[in-house]
């Protein structure tokens, strides 16, 4: 059974967009990528190479809750890309939601294979430099579901529906 609310989440470059747009597809859910929900401030601070602080993160933290709890009227399932690396923050983003209402779905990778990745992604915000910083910050989850990134986007997506149920 699938839940209201499905978070994936991981360091930057890790495949969230890419997964939850595949994953939305699958199962007809609607995708969002938090970063949409950033401030032109806070994109503008990673553009020059400056990690958030938690005093940047928190207001954001406040919209992406409101936008859950609002999909959570209109759609049998929304699915939601967003790094939460910290237990704090997953734990903040979940509330008092049980797992049958929000889970999140960690996807792991090593430094290296995504330190490739991101070196050959144009376009995005986030430069190569801050990848060092989303490590050093990262939480591993022992309250998600963990997938490998290693396999294609296609697999992925049904290792997470598999380990959905």
């Known amino acids: 059974m699938l839940p209201k609310t499905l978070i994936l989440m991981g360091v930057c470059g890790c495949g969230k967009t890419r997964v939850g747009e595949m994953l939305a597809r ?30 940047d993160r928190w207001p954001w933290f406040d919209r992406l809750r409101a936008r ?13 890309a967003c790094s939460a690396l910290k237990q704090r923050y997953r734990d903040y983003l979940r509330a008092d939601d049980p797992s049958e209402v929000l889970q999140f779905v960690f996807l792991d ?28 910050i990262l939480e591993r989850p022992t309250d998600a579901i963990t997938v490998s990134i290693e396999p294609p986007p296609k697999r992925i997506v049904a290792d997470i529906l598999r380990k959905l149920g």
């Open 26 to 55: 699958e199962t007809g859910a609607i995708f969002e990528d938090a970063d949409n929900f950033h401030t032109e401030a806070a994109k503008d601070k990673m553009r020059s190479g400056t990690p958030l602080t938690d005093d």
């Open 68 to 80: 859950m709890v609002e999909m959570r009227e209109k759609v049998p399932l929304y699915i939601l």
């Open 109 to 136: 990778g090593s430094f290296e294979l995504i330190e490739d990745r991101m070196s050959r992604r144009k376009g995005h915000y986030m430069p190569l430099s801050l990848l060092q910083s989303q490590f050093a």
